[in-house]
C-alpha cells in the first residue's frame, strides 16, 4: 500500500500562475484534509472533505479551492498563486474524522515568486 | 497568543535521558493527537487520547483534560527521536469539529 501520496513534491510559480496540488489516498479511508505549514506557525488546516461529495472549509481557506473526486482522490487548487502561498503543503487522511489517526503525504514545497 | 502552546520550543538531550514535552491549551477540549514530523519533514500519528495515559514502546502521552495540558515522555531517549513533536488540540464548536496545533517542539538527541 503506498498510503497517501502527493504530486508534485516541488514547484515554483508565478503570481498569478494557477496550480492544482494533487493527493490520493489507497487506504479506504472517509475524510481527507489539506494543510499549510509555515514556520513558526503550525500546521494549518485549509479544507478537509468528512467523506465524498463533501467539503468544508477549515482555518485559513481563502485563495484556495477543493475538489473531492472521489473516495481516493483530494485535490487543492489555487487559481491565482501569491507570494503570501509560499508554504509546504500536506494532504491527510483518516478513516473518519479528526478522532482518527491521520496518516500524512510527503508534503510538497511550494514557492511563489 | 496560540490556543495551543508547547514548551519547550527547543530541546537538547543526550542518548538515555527521560524527555518530557509539554502540550497546554486555552479553551476546552475534547480529545488531543501527538505527532511526529522527521527531519525529512514525513509527519506520522504516535497518540490520540481523550483521557488518561497511552504508551507505545518507550513513548508515553498523558492528559488531564480539566487541567488542559498533556505531556509527551520518552524514556531512554535514542539519537532517531531526534524529530519535531507535535500536538494538535480537537475542540468543538456547536457540532463541529476543530484541530489546532501547536507550532512544535524540536529535539535533538545526541550520542
Known amino acids: 500500500n503506498a498510503g497517501v501520496t502527493q504530486t508534485p513534491k516541488f514547484q515554483v510559480l508565478k503570481t498569478g500562475q494557477s496550480m492544482t496540488l494533487q493527493c490520493a489516498q489507497d487506504?479506504?479511508?472517509?475524510?481527507m484534509y489539506w494543510y499549510r505549514q509555515d514556520p513558526g506557525m503550525g500546521l494549518r488546516l485549509i479544507y478537509y472533505?468528512?467523506?465524498?461529495?463533501?467539503?468544508d472549509k477549515g482555518e485559513v481557506p481563502n485563495g484556495y479551492n477543493v475538489s473531492r473526486l472521489n473516495k481516493r482522490e483530494f485535490s487543492l487548487r489555487l487559481e491565482s498563486a501569491a507570494p503570501s502561498q509560499t508554504s509546504v503543503y500536506f494532504c491527510?487522511?483518516?478513516?473518519?474524522?479528526?478522532?482518527?489517526?491521520?496518516?500524512f503525504g510527503p508534503g510538497t514545497r511550494l514557492t511563489v515568486l | 497568543k496560540n490556543e495551543v502552546e508547547q514548551s519547550p520550543q527547543n530541546l537538547t538531550a543526550q542518548e538515555g535521558e527521560f524527555i518530557t514535552i509539554n502540550c497546554s491549551y486555552s479553551?476546552?477540549?475534547?480529545?488531543l493527537h501527538w505527532l511526529q514530523q522527521h527531519p525529512g519533514g514525513g509527519i506520522v500519528s504516535l497518540f490520540m487520547?481523550?483521557?488518561g495515559k497511552k504508551k507505545h514502546g518507550r513513548l508515553i502521552a498523558t492528559i488531564n483534560i480539566q487541567e488542559k495540558h498533556s505531556s509527551l515522555h520518552i524514556t531512554a531517549s535514542h539519537p532517531r527521536d531526534s524529530a519535531v513533536y507535535i500536538c494538535?488540540?480537537?475542540?468543538?464548536?456547536?457540532?463541529?469539529?476543530?484541530?489546532?496545533f501547536g507550532t512544535g517542539t524540536r529535539l535533538q538527541v545526541t550520542l
Open positions: 491527510a487522511s483518516s478513516w473518519w474524522d479528526f478522532y482518527n489517526e491521520q496518516f
Open positions: 487506504m479506504n479511508h472517509n475524510s
Open positions: 472533505s468528512a467523506s465524498e461529495g463533501t467539503t
Open positions: 479553551v476546552g477540549i475534547s480529545a
Open positions: 487520547l481523550s483521557s
Open positions: 494538535a488540540a480537537i475542540t468543538l464548536t456547536g457540532t463541529a469539529s476543530k484541530l489546532t
